[in-house]
């Protein structure tokens, strides 16, 4: 597996503000992913991280929103933009493709976002 | 589309109980099948996996088989511990969608001493 941190572990933020999450892993890695996962309910997948270009949202979750980027093979961040209460959630990035294994993705902690 | 059904929760029971909880699915082709674990405050670890028909994927005590004909990936374990008490989530990789991963919906366990 891969030794995988996200940054900040929980925060409690203001309605319209902004948060950026980091995911930081310890080897490279071909593929990068942001879910979400609101209280009491499963995990759904917002966007890939793609390296050096745009991320893949899925349907639902729209670049303005939620802004990733990706510059290398062990970094990506997410930002949840101008917050509103129903953006608390657990977010959590995820990985496949440690050290060449694919079809096996691991999770990081998870970011606990309040939001007031 | 892909998807993924399990049985509802939550599953209370007690320490040394036999566990099954039940998973099914449906998909096109042929993805792989996951468990993942959630243990209260923390995020998911994989907790087992297979990759094609007839595997069975096995870990700290649990199994699943890939049930092909019958669609289904169900969880086992012969005797549950306190600290077993987790949220047990299955899932396959959609590869249609560029590998993403479905989930179920999540069963919640409970194990009481």
């Known amino acids: 597996s891969a030794v995988i941190s996200q940054k900040p572990s929980r925060d409690i933020c203001q309605r319209g503000t902004s948060l950026t999450i980091q995911c930081q892993v310890d080897?490279?890695?071909?593929?990068m992913f942001w879910y979400r996962q609101q209280p009491g309910q499963s995990l759904t997948l917002i966007a890939t991280?793609?390296?050096?270009?745009?991320?893949?949202?899925e349907s639902g979750f729209v670049i303005d929103k939620f802004p990733i980027s990706r510059p290398n093979l062990t970094f990506s961040t997410l930002t949840v933009s101008n917050m509103s209460p129903e953006d608390s959630s657990i977010y959590l990035c995820?990985?496949?493709?440690?050290?060449?294994?694919?079809?096996?993705?691991?999770f990081g902690p998870g970011t606990r976002l309040t939001v007031l | 589309g892909n998807s993924v059904t399990q049985m509802e929760g939550p599953v209370t029971l007690s320490e040394e109980a036999f566990l099954t909880i039940n998973c099914t699915y449906t998909?096109?082709?042929?993805?792989?099948l996951f468990w993942y674990v959630q243990y209260p405050g923390e995020g998911l670890q994989l907790l087992l996996k297979?990759?094609?028909?007839?595997d069975k994927g096995s870990n700290k005590g649990f199994e699943a088989t890939y049930r092909k004909e019958t669609t289904s990936f169900h969880l086992e374990k012969g005797s549950v511990q306190v600290s077993d008490s987790a949220v047990y989530f299955c899932?396959?990789?959609?590869?249609?969608?560029?590998?993403?991963?479905?989930f179920g919906q999540g069963t919640e366990l409970s194990v009481k001493p």
């Open positions: 991280a793609n390296q050096g270009s745009e991320a893949t949202y």
């Open positions: 899932a396959l990789t959609d590869y249609n969608q560029g590998g993403k991963l479905i």
């Open positions: 998909a096109t082709g042929y993805p792989s």
């Open positions: 297979a990759t094609k028909a007839d």
């Open positions: 995820s990985v496949d493709g440690v050290r060449g294994n694919t079809d096996t993705q691991y």
């Open positions: 080897s490279q890695v071909t593929m």
